[in-house]
Nanobody, 118 residues
Framework: VQLVESGGGLVQPGGSLKLSCAAS????????MSWYRQAPGKERELVGF???????IRIVDSVKDRFQIFRDSAENMSLHMSNLKPEDTAVYYC?????????????WGQGTQVTVSS
């Protein structure tokens, strides 16, 4: 399984950004895909996930009023971020797990940098 993130960049506070994750090599449609982020000096943290089997999408409370996850297909997922804040600055990673319920990834993308700064 290969995961490729795209869409990162520099954005001003209050701005919006869309990240995309494209997966290849999936054996079937039963993958939970997730977004994580890692800010400088901090541990990687979950942003949210999409379960293609149940249709469930979950976003962590700290960003759920500003971030949305869309699962366009078994292979494609996007993260729509709005009203971005400097504390959203991080490397954003796409993850995948071949599962009907567990979301902790065993496949990772390379990550895409998001910088929120004026």
């Amino acid at each position: 399984v290969q995961l490729v993130e795209s869409g990162g960049g520099l954005v001003q506070p209050g701005g919006s950004l869309k990240l995309s994750c494209a997966a290849s090599g999936l054996t079937d449609g039963h993958y939970v895909m997730s977004w994580y982020r890692q800010a400088p000096g901090k541990e990687r943290e979950l942003v949210g996930f999409s379960n293609s089997v149940s249709g469930k999408i979950r976003i962590v409370d700290s960003v759920k009023d500003r971030f949305q996850i869309f699962r366009d297909s078994a292979e494609n997922m996007s993260l729509h971020m709005s009203n971005l804040k400097p504390e959203d600055t991080a490397v954003y990673y796409c993850g995948a797990r071949h599962s009907s319920f567990a979301y902790e990834p065993n496949f990772w993308g390379q990550g895409t940098q998001v910088t929120v700064s004026s």
